[in-house]
């Protein structure tokens, strides 16, 4: 369904959140401003709810589909290690249901006290023969905490159809992460950090992953702390350079960067 481009020219605005009627049914919201976090958790659970309704009624469109369908194929690292790319998102919601989202705050709105609030919805607005149209768009990140993870952006004319398409999205990337202990003072052999020292880059943005010894945490910002996290990365140390204020950058980043680990083990 591909909608019809008449752009005349793209005018940023400033960006708010929009949140449907029905995303915010039984949700407190103080003087019509919702907080990024119960945005987060409502739209969860919307999704949550589609992705149970899309399941059930799942028909494969691809071998790969079928072969999970059929359950000829039970784990997703048999198609993860080929390099086989995944085509329809449910084939991971078969394969793995109790995958976690996250979503990156793309997207702000001024603060009180000029402050720049984060939040994951951004809104941008286009200039149509029509008049002024508004798009919606959001990064999310999909994992289930060990080894496996993916990102993807949406776009939509609301909020929660962006973050629906960023998550299918997100599911279509999933890469399979070499966790591992490399770091020389820890030397335990386990899985809570990374195996050697790695660097992702995306636009401006490099980051440099290190291994960490067990107890140091994830010594990264925030943005960066998802990702590792959806990964089941529990150590690390992390440098970034570039403008890390574009955290759709960051983030794809620190994807790029678990991506090569794999990558290099592989001596490619
Ligand atoms: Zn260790």
């Given at each position: 369904m591909a909608r019809k481009k008449t752009t005349v020219e793209e005018v940023p605005i400033v960006e708010e959140i929009v949140v449907e009627k029905e995303a915010v049914e039984a949700v407190p919201i103080v003087e019509g401003v919702i907080k990024p976090e119960v945005l987060v958790e409502v739209v969860e659970r919307v999704i949550k709810r589609e992705v149970e309704q899309r399941l059930a009624a799942w028909r494969p469109k691809t071998q790969l589909g079928k072969n999970v369908f059929e359950k000829k194929?039970?784990?997703i690292n048999e198609i993860l290690e080929k390099g086989i790319k995944i085509k329809e998102p449910e084939i991971v919601d078969f394969l793995l249901p109790d995958m976690e989202n996250e979503l990156s705050l793309i997207g702000g709105r001024p603060g009180k006290g000029g402050g720049n609030q984060k939040t994951p919805i951004r809104i941008s607005a286009k200039m149509h023969r029509s008049g002024r149209r508004m798009t919606s768009s959001a990064f999310a990140i999909v994992g289930n905490n060990n080894g496996i993870v993916g990102v993807g952006k949406g776009r939509g004319r609301e909020g929660r159809l962006a973050v629906e398409k960023a998550i299918q999205k997100a599911k279509l990337n999933l890469i399979k992460v070499e966790k591992g202990c490399g770091s020389w003072e820890c030397?335990?052999?386990?899985?809570?950090?990374?195996p050697f020292k790695i660097i992702g880059k995306a636009g401006s943005v490099t980051i440099r992953l290190l291994p960490a010894p067990r107890?140091?945490?994830?010594?990264?910002d925030n943005e960066t702390k998802k990702i590792l996290r959806l990964a089941g990365i529990k150590d690390i140390w992390g440098k970034t350079m570039g403008n890390t204020g574009t955290r759709y950058n960051l983030v794809k980043a620190v994807y790029n960067a678990l991506k090569n680990l794999h990558k290099y083990k592989l001596g490619e």
């Open positions: 194929i039970t784990n030397g335990c052999g386990g899985d809570h950090s990374i107890g140091v945490g994830l010594a990264v």
